[in-house]
Each structure stands twice: as C-alpha cells, then as structure tokens.
C-alpha cells in the first residue's frame, strides 16, 4: 500500500509549496503537482496520470477537497474510479476517508460547497465586469494589432503571410482586420 499526493493550484503565480510540506509529512510516497484550474478534469494530466497508476490498496492523498474538484460531478466521478480501484481517498486537512461512513458522507458535502463557492466566485465576477462596463471602464483587452498599419501593408500589395510575418502576428489577426476593414 503507497500513499500518493495530489497538490494542485489554479494558477501559475500560485505557490504550492504548503500543500507539498503537508502531503511529505504526512507520509506521501509520491506527490504529483500541477498549476491548473481545478473546475474540470480536462487538461490536468498530472491527475490523470496518477488515477491511471492508483493500485488497489493504495492511498490518494490531498490537503483539500477542492483541490481535487470544484464540480460535484468531477469529484463524484473521482472517487467513484478510485472506489472501483479499491483506492482510499485521505485528506489531510479536512475528515475526509472514504473508508468511512462518515467519511464518504462529508466529502459530498464538503464537494457540494466548493462548486457553490466556484459558482458564487464567477456570479461576483461577472457582476463585476458589468459594472464597470456600464461605467465604461471596461473595454476588454488593449488592441495590440496596429490596424492602420496592416492596411497600409495591404494596400502596397502585400499577402496575409507577409503582413503577419512583418508585424510579428498570426495570419488570421491579418485576415479579421482586413475583413473588418471591408465591411
């Protein structure tokens, strides 16, 4: 029986370094991390590749539950493999073991909560951005393709290749500027 460690953060300015301390002294053989939003399995290959590894007997170990899911759905999905694999699922800040009752009872409700504080994170934001919007300090993102210039470029003959090659962009910037332009 091995204890692995999951240890992941959204985002690369994120340090993950506590979570690490925490599963090592708990005794994690193994600790996979990564940087990566915990709202959908998809595109976490650290995960994947440890649930593809997980033995029977094994211990999957984490310091939260939202640190393995912020979907109900992701998480139930989770421990449902882990189960078919005969694989204990351990945090080690919360009462979490699935070899338990209580365990499994108290990680659906602790699952229940991060997808409702990811749920209310995104609400406040998107009321955010339509604040400032309607006080039009929110634009969206600066333009960083000089359109005059593409057309200038354009006009002495130039391709879309060679725009975009020129201008350091991709082609298709090229081809939504002239399109844009001619309407």
Do not use: W
Not at 8 to 28: I, M, T
Not at 111 to 138: D, P, T, W
């Amino acid at each position: 029986m091995a204890k692995y460690g999951y240890a992941r953060v959204s985002s690369a300015g994120q340090d993950l370094s506590l979570q690490v301390e925490s599963l090592e002294n708990y005794g994690c053989d193994t600790i996979r991390k990564e940087k990566v939003s915990g709202m959908s399995t998809q595109g976490r290959h650290e995960l994947q590749l440890l649930m593809e590894f997980l033995r029977e007997g094994d211990e999957l170990v984490v310091t939260r539950i939202d640190r393995l899911a912020r979907s109900i759905r992701d998480l139930q999905n989770i421990v449902y493999e882990l189960r078919q694999k005969g694989v204990v699922l351990k945090a080690t800040e919360q009462p979490i073991d699935t070899s338990t009752s209580a365990g499994k009872a108290f990680l659906d409700m602790l699952g229940v909560f991060a997808e409702f504080e990811s749920n209310l994170r995104r609400e406040r934001q998107m009321e955010g951005i339509a604040k400032a919007k309607a006080r039009g300090v929110y634009t969206g993102r600066k333009k960083t393709i000089d359109v005059d210039r593409v057309r200038d470029l354009r006009s002495e003959g130039k391709g879309a290749t060679e725009i975009a090659r020129t201008l350091g962009i991709g082609r298709a910037s090229v081809y939504r500027v002239l399109r844009e332009s001619a309407m």
